[in-house]
């Protein structure tokens, strides 16, 4: 019987995502032995201090990184959002399931929507983004610093730390506690970050048998768009310390496709904040995409 180990974090959104991921390559591969293997990143050790402080996203793929190059796993399933623009050499994201809704939600258990919350409240994320955005909309508010996990965040904002957190849906989605929503924020309002929503299959890019294992849960769509998101990304350098979204999405106009690409980013010492809105007809590989998106990076720091 063939065999794949597959890696994970070990926090529940982790666990349920990948488990999800995993029951749909078992259901391809009724013949294939598949391992878990837990992996505790730094970014789930520290837990005290904003990302930007300590590393960026990347410190939750490190160490799941590891375990594919010293071939302990064969796969590791990362929220994509959570890697950087550029690999370790060996590696690729190799498959891009379907994504799942890639939009912010507002938890504000006592006032519901943003615009129904008074002035001077509180709004608990350590996202950048997230605060650029909540302030773009509501600069009356006050941002306070809040990591954890989904669960941590929601019993803070429930015990009154934050009159309202601002989270993925997506996560909430997987967990089965979408219900906890109380806005679902539009991209308008709020720009998702890279890749929101969706997972990345990571693989050592010589493990051929792997990739054809993966390939039937590929989603074309989905991987174009995050292609394109993740070039904004590289263009732009951007890391945790860099206020930065970008949202690709299919349009489909008198059965005409185009990719449409948002994205910002913000200087957080000066306050200015740059735009990108821009529509191509729909890319022809995820290489195409990735170029569009550098363009539209490119286009926000000129």
């Known amino acids: 019987m063939p065999r794949l180990v597959y890696a994970t974090r070990r926090s529940a959104l982790a666990l349920a995502q990948c488990r999800a991921f995993v029951a749909r390559l078992a259901a391809a591969h009724p013949d294939l032995e598949l391992v878990e293997e837990q992996v505790v990143t730094t970014g789930d050790r520290i837990q005290d201090r904003p990302l930007s402080e300590v590393g960026g996203k990347g410190l939750f793929v490190k160490e799941i990184e590891e375990a594919l190059l010293e071939r302990r796993a064969d796969v590791a399933v990362h929220s994509i959002k959570d890697v ?19 939009r912010d939600v507002l938890v504000a258990p006592r006032y519901g929507a943003l615009a129904d919350l ?8 350590s996202s950048l983004r997230r605060a650029a955005n909540v302030l773009a909309a509501r600069p009356d508010l006050v941002i306070v610093p809040l990591r954890g996990n989904v669960d941590t965040r929601l ?9 309202g957190i601002v989270l993925a849906r997506a996560g909430l989605v997987r967990l089965g506690l979408e219900g906890r929503a109380t806005e679902v924020l ?33 989603d074309p769509t989905t991987s174009r768009c995050v292609h394109a998101e993740r070039g904004v990304l590289a263009a732009l350098g951007a890391d945790c310390k860099t206020p930065m979204g970008a949202y690709a999405e299919r349009v489909e106009t008198d059965g005409v496709a185009t990719m449409r690409l948002r ?3 913000a200087e957080t010492s000066a306050g200015r904040v740059a735009r990108q809105d821009q529509t191509i007809p729909w890319p022809a590989s995820d290489d195409e995409a990735t170029a569009f998106g550098a363009r539209v990076g490119a286009e926000l720091l000129g």
Do not use: H, N
């Open 186 to 218: 539009s991209p308008e309002v709020s720009l998702p970050a890279v890749g929101q929503g969706a997972l990345g299959i990571e693989s050592r890019v010589d493990d051929d048998a792997t990739r054809a294992l993966l390939a039937p849960l590929a």
């Open 84 to 102: 950087p623009a550029t690999l370790p050499d060996g590696l690729a994201i190799t498959c891009i399931p379907a994504r799942e809704d890639p």
């Open 155 to 163: 019993r803070k904002v429930d015990a009154g730390e934050a009159d």
């Open 118 to 125: 008074p002035k001077g409240a509180r709004i608990g994320t």
């Open 263 to 265: 994205a910002f980013t």
